[in-house]
């Protein structure tokens, strides 16, 4: 599950606003240099990303996993034509490229999140983006964070009380259907929990935020990301 986690890893000892100017300049580079001589020096550099974060590849991949079926879907459509030959596997490149570089950013977005505090993230973005707008993004991706592992778990967890009831011998359509509104119950359920625990818990817009602040072990993640956004525009 894509949360944070404490450790003691490069990554988490950088400034949150580094990190994400890093993966800016990942994400405006994969989509500027979608070649496979680009996607390859950023197949390189997502590694010593994840090296940095303590992260195995494989892990990550099984964290994302639910989005692959739509990454691997794109190409394989791609190759389709409605007269013959049927099917032209040169037509697939460009999808495929475009969808592996879709899975390098997936890579390096879940490398912040596991060694980033969700209030640190929250105080980068009011830091980056001054005034009620800020707060707003900073509200926003706060609860995305802990609310998207929380309902992940609740799919997840339809799904296997639905297998001991031996659900999977019903159809595919049923299936699908009792997990979706089984998610969204107990979405609109924990949502209302969550403007109560708001309310309860007095939330305001201006809370004591950790203080952040740029050192030295910053600066190699600053020049990469400025790095990465000059060869994006060239």
């Known amino acids: 599950m894509?949360?944070?986690?404490?450790?003691?890893s490069i990554a988490h000892s950088l400034d949150p606003r580094a990190k994400l100017a890093v993966q800016i300049g990942i994400a405006l580079a994969a989509f500027s240099h979608t070649t496979p001589r680009g996607l390859s020096i950023l197949t390189v550099l997502t590694g010593c990303i994840l090296a940095s974060a303590t992260l195995s590849p494989l892990n990550v991949l099984h964290d994302v996993r639910y989005a692959?079926?739509?990454?691997?879907?794109?190409?394989?459509?791609?190759?389709?034509?409605f007269r013959p030959p049927w099917l032209v596997p040169t037509a697939a490149i460009e999808p495929a490229l475009a969808s592996y570089r879709v899975l390098l950013v997936l890579f390096v977005s879940a490398a912040y999140v596991r060694t980033t505090p969700i209030?640190?993230?929250?105080?980068?973005?009011?830091?980056?983006?001054?005034?009620?707008?800020?707060?707003?993004?900073?509200?926003?991706?706060?609860?995305?964070?802990?609310?998207?592992?929380?309902?992940?778990?609740?799919?997840?967890?339809?799904?296997?009380?639905?297998?001991?009831?031996?659900?999977?011998?019903?159809?595919l359509t049923d299936r699908m259907r009792l997990v979706a509104t089984t998610g969204v119950r107990r979405a609109f359920g924990r949502a209302d929990r969550l403007g109560m625990?708001?309310?309860?818990?007095?939330?305001?817009?201006?809370?004591?935020l950790p203080l952040l602040e740029l050192s030295?072990?910053?600066?190699?993640?600053?020049?990469?990301?400025?790095?990465?956004?000059?060869?994006?525009f060239v």
């Open 119 to 171: 209030r640190e993230s929250r105080a980068a973005i009011q830091l980056v983006v001054p005034g009620r707008v800020g707060r707003l993004l900073g509200v926003g991706v706060a609860l995305v964070f802990r609310f998207l592992p929380v309902l992940i778990a609740d799919l997840s967890r339809a799904r296997v009380a639905m297998q001991a009831r031996l659900g999977t011998e019903r159809r």
């Open 68 to 81: 692959l079926p739509f990454l691997i879907a794109g190409p394989l459509l791609s190759m389709v034509v």
């Open 216 to 232: 030295p072990r910053d600066v190699p993640s600053v020049l990469l990301a400025v790095a990465l956004v000059t060869w994006s």
């Open 2 to 8: 894509l949360t944070y986690e404490p450790g003691s």
């Open 197 to 208: 625990a708001l309310r309860a818990r007095c939330f305001a817009w201006n809370p004591t």
